[in-house]
């Protein structure tokens, strides 16, 4: 019998139908199964041109290679790897300084996996310091509630549900996306553990009205003593706030202000698996969620929700902070915000849409479709857009806003100047095809809207 050539065999293995439904039974090449992972993925979208994403899509090559570098190491090994320990104590400090922390205490956080795992930290934290506080006093401490607005992230959502806790949610209504004191009086009581507000809201890229909450629950607290601690999720707004408008109060400067999570895979600039939970100072975390391991002879405290994790996001991030440095973020967010502006403004001047942003904060574009055009829709435009390559998002809004619908462009720094005119006119090209055609999309029929809406991140 012939011997089979290399090619061949290649091919063979290439070939292979890959099983539905039990476990691979023999082995390949390593050189076939790269190849067939890499042949399903073609037809993904490419990382870069996904704007329905706030997660970084763009490396350097020495970042890339500090993350190489540690890509085999278990971050939970902190007696194996000490000094990636220290780098991550090390951040700690300098988000608690850069969100304005009160000097003085002593800083506490973690590196999480994302702002999910952060946010739920953060809940957690404020559920037990609430219960503490009613037990203290006597008081029922069986019923905890939250309250949000509607254009809250799923992850708040999962908080609620996964821990037992009420979710009281202030509606949004069409033209006003932001949560802000309005509803506050039908929703805070003796039982709310937290008011959660957001910096870079994912629906419209707004924050919500930070100082308008904080002074009724000021009033509140006068009126009835109830002290209410608030968080803010800033995923998005927690890197570019600082850098952007030192001197807009959205941190710690608001003594009510407890807690603040960011993304580091968002506007940190880090691959996806990184996110960020700073606390007011280290009391706000109640010990008992602390546990300490052994380690190098002494105790370390540890409290996040995973255990073991790739090191690599946490060294990426502390490459990032001291290359970019304080400098280095505001020019990268600086030209960000102005390529979103240049966006934004082309895309109100072709007359296809409203802007849905009243303020703009994260370079984020929010477009509504100019209510004239009636023959197609947000859907269409970004299942045309998708022909190009494109991936923007299309949702309705969260009730009560569900009747209005959204097409958003999270602007990235990868996106040059280029990029962005060509966007731009694909954009404009797709509705000018569509306006002549007209259009097919129909929404997606949602168990729940918000649901559904609250999970495009
Ligand atoms: C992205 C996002 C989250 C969830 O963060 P992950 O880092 O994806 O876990 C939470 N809140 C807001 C406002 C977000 O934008």
Redesign the pocket.
Known sequence: MKQKSPFDMFFDEYNEDIPEDHFPRGSISAHAAEAIVTSETWSDAKPAMNLSS??TTFTEPEAFDVAKKHYLKNYIDHDMYPQLFAMEARMVRWLHQLWNGPKGVEPYGAAT???????MLAGLAHKWNWRKKREKAGRDASKPNLVTGAN?????EKFMRYFDVEPRIAALKPGHYRFNSEHLDELVDENTIAVVA?A???FTGEDDAFRAIHNWLDRYQQKTGHDIPMHI?G??GGFVNPFLYPNYHWDFRLPRVKSI?A?G??FGLVPPGL?WVIFRERSVFDEDLMFYVNYLGGEMPTATLNFSRNASPVAYQYYNFIRLGFEGYRDIMQHTLANAQLLRHRLVKSGYFEIMNKTQRIPVVSMTLNSKYTNFNEYDISDKVRERGWVLSAYSMPPNAQSVNCLRIVVRPHLNLNAIEGLADDIIHACEWLEQHGGNATPPKLHDPHKVAASK?
């Not at 809250?152 to 708040?156: A, E, F, N």
């Open positions: 706030f997660v996996i994302g702002s999910s795992e952060a946010c809250v992230q799923i992850v708040w957001i870079g809201q994912t999720d995923a998005s999570n993304s895979h968002k996110g991140c």
